[in-house]
């Protein structure tokens, strides 16, 4: 089987919905191929913004562009993707026709800089936000390196929770699928809603009771009392717990992924291998499977944790 360019795929998906004069992101600019593609596309009469958090992408990102005589149509941040949404005119709210994402380390850097799964979450939730209708995302990922496999393994759970009405997600494979190998995500948006809910908050609205349920009398007690649940059982099979934890740090273990919705309060989150996390009421967090994370709870919260399997 012949061998597929991922990156190249990527360029030619793009070019079916972006145009001379159109509005683009590129979230992980890297060393500005994607950046520098997307300018030559939507050209002088159309706008590119870049973001990156490192110094060293950014400045070979411009090296890139002003050598291509393409300076003038971007405007680079350095800034995490997560922050998109705030640096992106209001007037294109809904109106970006296509974002690029090329997750993992900066080729040529530090390897142990890479993108980290919730950061990524909370990027391309903002993309789709920010995305016009019809309009494109390509999610290159690389499960191979270390963190890439959380990251893909998160992103492709997250992505089959998108709104089948408003979004169609294809994953495309460069050679063959193993688990190891990059794959490229591909969203197209192909209607527009009212209002669409950024990751963080994804579940909490949409399913606020629950019915035809059985829940189980006895409550599942942890820290001495200071975490406490009761488990949920579903029709299909799936289970969540209801709990609340008082102010404290705690440590848990996991055997399944997980998805934890915080109802009400606020707390720091650790997961493996990222950074400590302010986590409030409304917004949520996924943790992979066979691991441990630590949360330090700063104000009494209330949570659902649903198992994902």
């Not at 900066?106 to 979450?121: H, N, R, S």
């Not at 995305?131 to 690389?142: K, S």
């Not at 599942?220 to 799936?238: E, H, I, Q």
Request: glycine residues 8%.
């Amino acid at each position: 089987m012949k061998r597929i360019s991922l990156p190249e795929t990527a360029h030619g998906i793009v070019k079916e919905y972006l145009q001379s004069g159109d509005a683009a992101i590129d979230a992980t600019v890297g060393n500005g191929h994607d950046t520098a593609f997307l300018a030559e596309t939507v050209g002088a009469t159309g706008h590119v913004h870049g973001f990156d958090v490192q110094t060293q992408a950014l400045r070979a990102t411009r090296q890139r562009l002003q050598q291509q005589g393409l300076e003038a149509w971007v405007t680079l941040f350095e800034v995490s993707h997560a922050e998109m949404a705030r640096h992106i005119p209001n007037p294109l709210h809904g109106g970006i026709k296509a974002v690029m994402f090329n997750l993992g380390y900066l080729p040529g850097a530090d390897k142990c800089i890479i993108t980290q799964t919730q950061t990524t979450l909370r990027a391309i939730a903002a993309a789709c936000r920010l995305l016009a209708a019809p309009g494109v995302i390509t999610v290159l990922a690389y499960p191979g390196h270390a963190g890439g496999d959380e990251e893909t393994r998160c992103l492709a759970a997250w992505l089959e929770r998108l709104d089948a009405a408003q979004f169609s997600v294809e994953t495309l494979y460069s050679h063959h699928h193993q688990e190891t190998a990059p794959r490229l995500f591909v969203l197209k948006k192909i209607a527009r809603s009212a209002i669409m809910r950024p990751f963080f908050q994804q579940q909490i609205g949409a399913m606020s009771e629950f019915k035809n349920v059985t829940i189980v009398k006895q409550a599942n007690v942890y820290f001495d009392g200071k975490v406490n649940s009761r488990t949920v059982l579903f029709a299909d099979g799936s289970k969540k717990t209801l709990g609340f934890m008082q102010p404290g740090e705690y440590t848990f273990n996991t055997a399944d992924p997980e998805l934890m919705e915080i109802l009400a309060g606020e707390l720091d989150v650790q997961l493996p291998g990222c950074d400590w996390q302010t986590i409030k009421g409304g917004e949520s967090f996924n943790v992979p499977g066979n691991a441990a994370f630590t949360m330090k709870v700063k104000t009494a919260s209330d949570y659902c944790c649903s198992f994902l399997k």
